[in-house]
T-cell receptor
């Protein structure tokens, strides 16, 4: 079974721009979660989608948003990029949610200049 | 807010020795704990998990111990190999009934294997 895939793998943007990242979960998984990883803050939970609905949200500003499609694929969007948004963005999928094993993709490395 | 922490940022062990990576958590209501391994340039890879109704669980060369009294989690790796070099994260999940909140991660321990 194919693992979690994320596209693109690397991205360079400038301040003020917006970006959309994509995640395809493991086949059959309905829950998709997004995390931000930085050297200073570590791994932090952004939000979780289940059956096309945002079910949980971490402590991030409204510039960070996401959505999930009927095939469970998910996208996250960051608007008005700031330098501090430079990070590795990780997507994880699971059958039902964070109360069970989440499997991570390789991440998208975003650099904001 | 409450978070999961790790005792040591770096752990250096000899190849073939056993490794023990520790983690302290603060949320006594957490009911699911996971260890992940992250190699450079890759996403976290699931190693082993344990639920709060257990105190020990074994996998292939790995054992996770959970001590709820002192809110402590540990990962034991037997006969450490060069391929075990990575950053290890513990994570906790608090099931809120309406669907679990996201995982809360510790800061990670970098395991270095010396030949």
């Amino acid at each position: 079974k194919a693992g979690v895939t994320q596209t693109p793998r690397y991205l360079i943007k400038t301040r003020g721009q917006q970006v959309t990242l994509s995640c395809s979960p493991i086949s059959g998984h309905r829950s998709v979660s997004w995390y931000q990883q930085t050297p200073g803050q570590g791994l932090q939970f952004l939000f979780e989608y289940f059956s096309e609905t945002q079910r949980n949200k971490g402590n991030f500003p409204g510039r960070f948003s996401g959505r999930q499609f009927s095939n469970s694929r998910s996208e996250m969007n960051v608007s008005t990029l700031e330098l501090g948004d430079s990070a590795l963005y990780l997507c994880a999928s699971s059958l039902q949610g964070a109360e069970e094993t989440q499997y991570f993709g390789p991440g998208t490395r975003l650099l904001v200049l | 807010g409450e978070s999961v922490g790790l005792h040591l940022p770096t752990l250096s062990v000899q190849e073939g020795d056993n490794s023990i990576i520790n983690c302290a958590y603060s949320n006594s209501a957490s009911d699911y704990f996971i260890w992940y391994k992250q190699e450079s340039g890759k996403g976290p890879q699931f190693i082993i998990d344990i639920r709060s109704n257990m105190d020990k669980r074994q996998g292939q060369r790995v054992t996770v111990l959970l001590n709820k009294t002192v809110k402590h989690l540990s990962l034991q790796i037997a006969a450490t190999q060069p391929g075990d070099s990575a950053v290890y994260f513990c994570a906790e999940s608090l099931y809120s009934g309406g669907g679990a909140d996201g995982l809360t991660f510790g800061k990670g321990t970098h395991l270095i294997i010396q030949p």
